[in-house]
């Protein structure tokens, strides 16, 4: 089984519409990361959570929001879809120490907004 | 901004030759990554060097750190068509342990 899952791995919508993204994992790891990932781009950074009770905006936090349920869960909401929120949406997590900060990436979610 | 830039963009080279990508951040680091990203799927963690690091091996991979110019570089030697894939640096800006990625290095190796 996959440590870090994505779900829906795609995802299709309109306009103005609510979506969810959510992110799982089973490492037992207290950081966990949401990016965003656009042709020619490379990843950037849209909220990031170092344990149950922390939220932070990374990079690019306009028009997202986030819930930390609980350390295996982090999901990613776009309020009010627009289409250049089209993008390839990645989680991922790490280790809390400072001596391994390796991430661990999930599938991805190809998300597109008409 | 980004904090890493990966050059060159585009990387194309014949199987069994060497690869050598750069990478120039801006702020000071505890670490510097290497990811590696087949078409449309998630990264893969490569390589970690430390700030007090110059130089790692892993198998093929050897990376370089010089935290005086900012930059490191990943080199990868003998080649294989398996190879094909964008390559990635991230690193922690300014110690904060949240990782900014660069916009990549594509590697085609041609077998």
């Known amino acids: 089984d996959a440590d870090v899952t994505q779900t829906p791995r795609n995802r299709i919508t309109k306009t103005g519409k609510r979506i969810m993204l959510e992110c799982s994992q089973t490492?037992?790891?207290?950081?966990m990361y949401w990016y965003r990932q656009d042709p020619g781009l490379g990843l950037r950074l849209i909220y990031y959570?170092?344990?149950?009770?922390?939220?932070n905006k990374g990079e690019i936090s306009d028009g997202y929001s986030v819930s930390r349920q609980a350390q295996a869960k982090f999901s990613l909401s776009l309020e009010s879809a627009i289409p250049n929120q089209t993008a390839l949406y990645f989680c991922?997590?790490?280790?809390?120490?400072?001596?391994?900060?390796?991430?661990?990436f999930g599938p991805g979610t190809r998300l597109t907004v008409l | 901004s980004q904090q890493g830039e990966e050059d060159p963009q585009a990387l194309s080279i014949q199987e069994g030759e060497n690869a050598t990508m750069n990478c120039s951040y801006k702020?000071?680091?505890?670490?510097l990554q290497w990811y590696r990203q087949n078409s449309g799927r998630g990264l893969v963690h490569l390589i970690l060097?430390?700030?007090?690091?110059r130089e790692k091996h892993s198998g093929r991979l050897r990376v370089t750190l010089d935290t005086s110019k900012k930059s490191s570089s990943l080199l990868i030697t003998a080649s294989r068509a398996a190879d094909t894939a964008s390559y990635f640096c991230a690193t922690d800006e300014g110690r904060t342990y949240k990782y900014i990625f660069g916009t990549g290095t594509r590697l085609k190796v041609l077998a």
């Open positions: 991922a997590t790490s280790e809390g120490n400072r001596g391994n900060n390796e991430q661990f």
């Open positions: 702020t000071s680091i505890n670490n």
């Open positions: 060097i430390r700030s007090n690091e």
């Open positions: 959570s170092f344990d149950v009770k922390d939220i």
């Open positions: 490492k037992g790891h207290d950081r």
